[in-house]
């Protein structure tokens, strides 16, 4: 089998080594897909200005995230499903992450629950949250994150319903796997993977145990989470959140410089530009697009993160040149995770660092700091942006004047 030497030769294993509906459920969008195409197109338009004879020894890829030291400014995502792409994968994708030097953010709808990864690791995690409808509950993934000391909670804003994703529908994916005649026949070719998530902890939601409906069973994960998830969430709940949660503080999902300024006056620690990976609202604008007006909207108020078809370390110089102080990577490392476990995982941040490494060098950059609009082509007077969206083009025009 040939080396592996980018995120794309892992996605492509991934892809072989499990079931069609637990691999689309990451690797897909909404509707349409434009947004999801859009994450991706738009951040490889961005054109990087290569630099000469400028003295590029002694790099470093370290920065800080929430004022923690990290050996990278890249943060691993909350994911569903993580203990399907690869028994106990939440565990797993901790583990590789802390050994990594960056953090590592468990999602509510993980497969194992807070305590089983806050049992197996040495480290604090991040913690997701999906606000439900019966606050009580809430309240209660709350109190066990602050339990097993999570040093950071993710209050994901933009899923108070699901948007439509086609091929979670005709796969039709459930937890655990649907035993059906076209399922069982994919999970038959794959028996490697069928055994490992057999042996795993849990095969199911491992935070939802108590949760409303989950003893009745959950069906489709897109029926349950219609019934469950609350379309009447307000910024008050996250002045709730704020109130019950004393630690650091991230809003997940802002897409708007508006709710970016409203965010930013709630005592959060930090905002994450993004449209969910382009699974929600499809026909929004990419995450990058909209990246560098919501970084001048909010100024130092509050910490700006990236989340959107990162799957590069050019990718990751690009947001952090743009406004970004770090990226949260969620495909990226569910692809290495398929592919080959804690190992694969590892893989996949070794590659997105050296990809890192060598753009900072062949810009003529040598520390995270001094990346700036600099570093695209097109920021600067003169210079034409190959195929910028009109936002971003407006806001580098605005930065070029003030380089």
């Known amino acids: 089998m040939p080396p592996v030497t980018n995120i794309e030769d892992l996605r492509l294993r991934a892809r072989r080594r499990i079931p069609r509906a637990i691999f689309d459920y990451a690797d897909r969008g909404s509707y349409d897909e ?7 197109d738009d951040l ?6 290569q630099r000469v004879m400028i003295d590029v020894s002694g790099r470093s890829t370290a920065s800080t995230m929430l004022g923690e030291p990290v050996s990278m400014p890249v943060a691993i995502a909350p994911t569903g499903l993580t203990g399907l792409f690869h028994a106990d994968g939440e565990i797993h994708g901790c583990r590789a992450a802390h050994a990594f030097g960056i953090p590592f953010t468990l999602s509510t709808m993980s497969i194992c629950s807070i305590e089983d990864v806050a049992e197996a690791v040495d480290k604090p995690f991040w913690f997701q949250l999906y606000v439900m ?8 993934l709350v109190e066990r994150a602050i339990a097993a000391r999570c040093s950071a909670l993710v209050l994901t804003l933009d899923l108070q319903i699901q948007g439509q994703r086609h091929n979670d529908i005709k796969n039709g994916l459930a937890v655990p796997p649907k035993l059906t005649a076209r399922n069982l026949l994919d999970i038959a070719t794959k028996p490697r ?3 490992e998530v057999l042996r795993g902890k849990r095969k199911t939601f491992g935070n939802l145990t108590d949760a409303p409906g989950a003893k009745e069973g959950l ?4 029926h349950w989470i219609a019934g469950q998830f609350d379309p009447s969430l307000s910024w008050k709940d996250v002045e709730w959140i704020r109130s019950i949660w004393p630690g650091k503080l991230i809003l997940k999902g802002v897409l708007d410089t508006e709710d970016a300024r409203i965010a930013s006056g709630l005592g959060a620690s930090a905002l994450v530009v993004s449209n969910h990976g382009g699974r929600q609202l499809d026909g929004a604008p990419s995450s990058i697009s909209v990246l560098p007006a919501i970084a001048d909207a909010v100024g130092d108020q509050i910490e700006v993160l990236f989340d959107g078809g990162v799957r590069s370390g050019q990718d990751v110089v690009k947001a952090l040149s743009l406004g970004a102080k770090g990226c949260m990577i969620g495909k990226a490392w569910l692809y290495g995770l398929a592919a080959g476990g804690g190992p694969g995982v590892t893989n996949a941040l070794e590659i997105i660092r050296k990809e890192m ?6 810009t003529g950059t040598k520390s995270i700091s001094e990346l700036s609009p600099d570093i695209i082509h097109g920021a600067r007077p003169g210079e034409e942006v190959a195929r910028p969206p009109e936002t971003m083009r407006q806001t580098l025009s605005e930065r070029s004047m003030a380089l």
């Open 34 to 40: 434009a947004t999801y195409r859009a994450n991706r």
């Open 44 to 49: 490889a338009a961005l054109k990087l200005r």
């Open 357 to 362: 490494d060598v753009t900072m060098a062949l």
């Open 133 to 140: 409808r019966d606050r009580g509950f809430s309240r209660s």
């Open 193 to 195: 993977w069928a055994l």
């Open 219 to 222: 069906n489709t994960l897109s």
